[in-house]
């Protein structure tokens, strides 16, 4: 069974408007939930990532928020440019000794001009 | 400082044949994993190198998988005998042992089995 669920598959955004991805999970033994970008031909580059000790984390035009008790995060992209258009990865990891990355299905967004 | 390096970058080979994809972690990483993606699903762990000790390989498929990591460098992942539904994109990626979580990413190879 997935025990990352993501949401949704495609994504298409005017410039200058907010792409919200949103994940979901079933393990609470997670504390972990890093975001990934990656750009065709090219492997996926960590983007942000945070703990459940925070509701919020913000870089730059990013922010990830986090719900708990729902067991969610999402991924906000302020002021969404063509340069970000992309696959968004969500990811969850437990603080065990191997910490392997378990990882949603995948959002293609397209940012137009 | 160099990334993560695969090779090759793309295979084609015909179901029944073996495949072995290398790569080359971060200099310093002693953290390992592959990762696979099959077209449109998520990117699924396949295993974790520590230095040169496989730590958990959970996520291999079957017997037909083999990875290594000699002196805990470069790592090779074979495949023999391929099948149809080894098809995907193989990740790599690598860490520094005190920071496994914060992973960085090849560019992946992608195994086309015909």
């Known amino acids: 069974q997935q025990q990352v669920k993501q949401s949704p598959q495609s994504l298409i955004v005017q410039k200058g408007g907010i792409s919200i991805i949103n994940c979901a999970y079933e393990?609470?033994?997670?504390?972990?939930f890093p975001w990934y970008q990656q750009f065709p031909g090219k492997g996926p580059a960590l983007l942000i990532a945070i703990r459940p000790d925070v509701s919020e984390k913000k870089e730059g035009r990013f922010t990830i928020s986090f719900n708990k008790s729902a067991k969610q995060f999402s991924l906000h992209i302020m002021d969404s440019q063509p340069g970000d258009s992309a696959t968004y990865f969500c990811?969850?990891?437990?603080?065990?000794?191997?910490?392997?990355?378990?990882f949603g299905t995948g959002t293609r967004l397209l940012v137009s001009p | 400082e160099a990334g993560v390096t695969q090779f090759p970058s793309h295979s084609v080979i015909e179901k029944g044949q073996t495949v072995t994809l290398r790569c080359d972690p971060i200099?310093?990483?002693?953290?390992l994993y592959w990762y696979r993606r099959v077209m449109g699903k998520e990117i699924k762990f396949l295993l974790h190198?520590?230095?040169?000790?496989?730590?958990?390989e959970s996520g291999m498929p079957n017997n037909r998988f083999l990875a290594e990591r000699t002196g805990g460098t470069y790592s090779t992942l074979k495949v023999q005998p391929a099948e149809l539904e080894d098809s995907g994109v193989y990740f790599c990626?690598?860490?520094?042992?005190?920071?496994?979580?914060?992973?960085?990413f090849g560019p992946g190879t992608r195994l086309t089995v015909t």
């Open positions: 190198f520590v230095k040169e000790s496989k730590q958990d």
């Open positions: 990626a690598s860490s520094p042992l005190l920071a496994a979580r914060e992973q960085y």
């Open positions: 990811a969850a990891s437990m603080n065990t000794g191997f910490q392997k990355l378990v």
């Open positions: 200099s310093g990483h002693d953290n």
């Open positions: 393990n609470t033994a997670f504390d972990y």
